[in-house]
């Protein structure tokens, strides 16, 4: 359904854009943009999980089974990428190194919430295309 090269695609758009920001210090000027990060993020999960898991088993369980085990990677992965951010903060923002990635625990549980919702948008468009081609 996604072809590996869309999800490298998206990957590379959302690093580039990441690593722009970060040099450019849009996150601590603009600090809504963590929220579309995180939405990509977690939709590029998510996207990378149902390729995956359909390039194994070629097709995801029933729709709540699917749902659970896609957002569930998601999750894991969210929470790693926290950790990275907790980390940065205490090895190099803390050292005098650019800015703070942990504005406190609300940014931290915000941040997981937008990425289950972009895991979410990404599995409600599987589901919607996988159920018009299964029609054909």
Do not use: C
């Not at 590029?44 to 999980?49: C, Q, T």
């Not at 089974?65 to 990677?73: N, P, R, V």
Request: glycine letters at 6%; a negative charge; zero cysteines.
């Amino acid at each position: 359904m996604f072809s590996l090269k869309s999800i490298i695609a998206l990957l590379a758009v959302i690093l580039i854009f990441h690593a722009t920001a970060i040099i450019n210090y849009w996150y601590w000027v603009f600090p809504w943009l963590d929220i579309p990060m995180h939405f990509f993020g977690g939709f590029w999960m998510a996207m990378f999980f149902v390729w995956l898991y359909h390039s194994k088993i070629s097709q995801l369980p029933s729709y709540l089974i699917a749902f659970l085990i896609t957002l569930s990677f998601v999750a894991l992965i969210g929470v790693f990428w926290e950790f990275l951010e907790f980390f940065y903060d205490v090895f190099v923002s803390s050292k005098g190194y650019y800015g703070y990635m942990q504005l406190s625990a609300a940014d931290t549980i915000a941040d997981l919430f937008f990425d289950l919702v972009g895991g979410s948008a990404l599995l409600g468009i599987y589901f919607l295309l996988k159920s018009k081609t299964d029609k054909l």
